[in-house]
């Protein structure tokens, strides 16, 4: 077998690329704002487009895709709710995937952290809709129109996977999916962090069919990410 050089491209699904750099295989997406950095990530130049490298170590979605994610149903096309943008590194990688004909709603309630997202990813990107506002409100999102495939969750709050089903029972999609980040810490400290992921999952059930449960070592400690499909309202 050849052997593969710098900047190969050594796998390729239908949204994520594996490319050789720097002696490792590393996750990336093709940027959807050519030249355009978000955190300091590379970009590399290959067969006429430009891609960006994926940090698993700064994005909980590229860990859990480096893990091994059993389903991956965000796509060119793929409406996305996202609770929690921060500055927007993942938020700007799913905006890179879903392109020209997707769309990311993206929530941030702290107006520091929104101020920078604005800047670095929702001012370059059509398909980024920023949402200033709380996801305990989520009748507050006037920018939403019609319901999304996909939800994903990373808000760290003791309340986080009631907050998410709410937002989930208001605008995602019957057959759509869920992607929970639970960070066990902001749920409680004392408690196993196993445990707490259980319990989490088990307040999904009435909604939900249960897919996959990551636990995001070695990239971040105590912290999971849970995939479920979503069967609609009880
Ligand atoms: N998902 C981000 C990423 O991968 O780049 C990191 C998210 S960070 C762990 C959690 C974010 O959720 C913070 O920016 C915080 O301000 C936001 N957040 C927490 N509670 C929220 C709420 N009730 N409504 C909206 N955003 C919230």
Redo the contacts with the bound molecule.
């Keep these: 077998m050849a052997e593969t050089r710098e900047n190969d491209l050594v796998e390729e699904s239908e949204s994520v690329f594996w490319l050789k750099s720097e002696g490792q295989k590393r996750l990336a997406t093709i940027n959807y704002v050519e030249g355009n950095q978000v955190y300091g990530e590379k970009l590399i130049k290959k067969g006429g487009d430009e891609y960006r490298i994926w940090d698993p170590f700064r994005?909980?979605?590229a860990a859990a895709l480096t893990i091994g994610l059993e389903i991956f149903p965000i796509k060119s096309g793929t409406k996305v709710l996202y609770?929690?943008?921060?500055?927007?590194?993942?938020?700007s990688h799913i905006s890179d995937i879903v392109g020209y004909n997707g769309i990311v709603f993206a929530?941030?309630?702290?107006s520091r952290?929104a101020r920078d997202f604005l800047d670095r990813v929702a001012s370059f990107r059509p398909n980024v809709v920023p949402i200033l506002?709380?996801?305990?409100q989520p009748k507050n999102y006037f920018s939403i129109f019609g319901k999304v495939d996909v939800v994903y969750a990373?808000?760290?709050?003791p309340d986080q996977t009631e907050?998410t089903i709410t937002n989930c029972k208001m605008y995602l999609k019957e057959g759509g999916y869920l992607f929970l980040v639970i960070?066990t810490r902001s749920i409680d400290v004392t408690r196993a962090p196993k445990k707490i992921i259980e319990d989490e999952i088990k307040k999904l059930e009435p909604n939900f069919t249960f897919i996959q449960n990551i636990d995001l070592e070695p990239y971040d400690k105590d912290h999971a990410l849970v995939v479920a499909k979503y069967l609609g309202k009880d």
Excluded: M, N, P
């Excluded at 609770?83 to 938020?91: I, N, Q, R």
């Excluded at 929530?107 to 702290?110: D, G, I, K, L, T």
């Design positions: 994005s909980k979605l609770l929690g943008a921060s500055t927007g590194t993942t938020v929530v941030e309630h702290a952290v506002q709380d996801a305990r990373d808000i760290a709050q907050i960070k």
